[in-house]
């Protein structure tokens, strides 16, 4: 039987650590939807066409050691506006939402509109500076040199463009629990996270 977990939220809130820790309680598969906008978005800085890109992505483009770059994610940002890349990845994250066993999906538009049936939905979220401040943190611990003020005009500019556009824009579904996750532990956070979709099943 499939049962499906939609978490979405704007950068740096959370949602890949919180996704990642619910996916391994319940044993469900998960997907970082955000690494396919990235892997077209590397496409489309190596010279392809973006549409093209998102048209022939194959699994192996999202082993891509450079997804995690900061102008690798302007680029997704900017063909996720795009409604034909948009349209190309539709399939790819329904099916993997519909696989037996459970699934877990991160991204901005999973509950909105890939999943909106989706039983368990979560809109994880937290202030703009302690966003800027963890992937601060995450950059600098991989050896990114960056500054917190260049994290956080990047991050706002992403939010705001994410936000903004017509096709699949960044809000929380009706339905969406939302989780602030500002003041919370990471243990927290993941404890709520799991109590919110052990009440869904
Ligand atoms: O989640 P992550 O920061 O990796 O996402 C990179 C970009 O991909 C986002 O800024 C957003 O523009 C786009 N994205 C999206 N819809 C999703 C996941 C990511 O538009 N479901």
């Given at each position: 039987m499939s049962f499906t977990v939609a978490i979405?939220?704007?950068?740096?809130a959370g949602k890949g650590t919180i996704s990642r820790a619910v996916a391994a309680h319940f044993?469900?598969?998960?997907?970082?939807?955000?690494?396919?906008?990235r892997a077209v978005g590397a496409r489309m800085l190596d010279g392809l066409d973006p549409v093209e890109a998102a048209r022939t992505l194959d699994p192996e483009a999202l082993e891509r050691s450079d997804l995690r770059a900061p102008e690798v994610a302007q680029a997704a940002s900017k063909v996720a506006a795009?409604?034909?890349v948009r349209a190309a990845l539709v399939d790819f994250q329904r099916a993997f939402a519909m696989r037996a066993g459970g699934a877990v999906l991160d991204g901005r538009d999973i509950g909105t509109v890939i999943?909106?049936?989706?039983?368990?939905k979560l809109?994880?979220?937290?202030s703009d500076t302690v966003r800027a401040e963890r992937r601060f943190r995450e950059l600098t611990d991989k050896g990114v040199e960056t500054s917190l003020e260049e994290v956080l005009t990047e991050m706002r500019e992403r939010d705001?463009?994410?936000s903004a556009r017509a096709a699949a824009p960044l809000r929380p579904a009706?339905?969406?629990?939302?989780?602030?996750?500002?003041?919370?532990s990471i243990d927290d956070a993941v404890a709520a996270a799991i109590e919110t979709i052990r009440t869904r099943q």
């Amino acid at each position: 039987m499939s049962f499906t977990v939609a978490i979405d939220g704007p950068a740096a809130a959370g949602k890949g650590t919180i996704s990642r820790a619910v996916a391994a309680h319940f044993g469900f598969a998960h997907l970082d939807t955000g690494l396919l906008y990235r892997a077209v978005g590397a496409r489309m800085l190596d010279g392809l066409d973006p549409v093209e890109a998102a048209r022939t992505l194959d699994p192996e483009a999202l082993e891509r050691s450079d997804l995690r770059a900061p102008e690798v994610a302007q680029a997704a940002s900017k063909v996720a506006a795009i409604p034909d890349v948009r349209a190309a990845l539709v399939d790819f994250q329904r099916a993997f939402a519909m696989r037996a066993g459970g699934a877990v999906l991160d991204g901005r538009d999973i509950g909105t509109v890939i999943c909106p049936e989706a039983p368990a939905k979560l809109f994880v979220t937290a202030s703009d500076t302690v966003r800027a401040e963890r992937r601060f943190r995450e950059l600098t611990d991989k050896g990114v040199e960056t500054s917190l003020e260049e994290v956080l005009t990047e991050m706002r500019e992403r939010d705001a463009r994410d936000s903004a556009r017509a096709a699949a824009p960044l809000r929380p579904a009706q339905d969406a629990v939302i989780l602030d996750t500002s003041r919370l532990s990471i243990d927290d956070a993941v404890a709520a996270a799991i109590e919110t979709i052990r009440t869904r099943q």
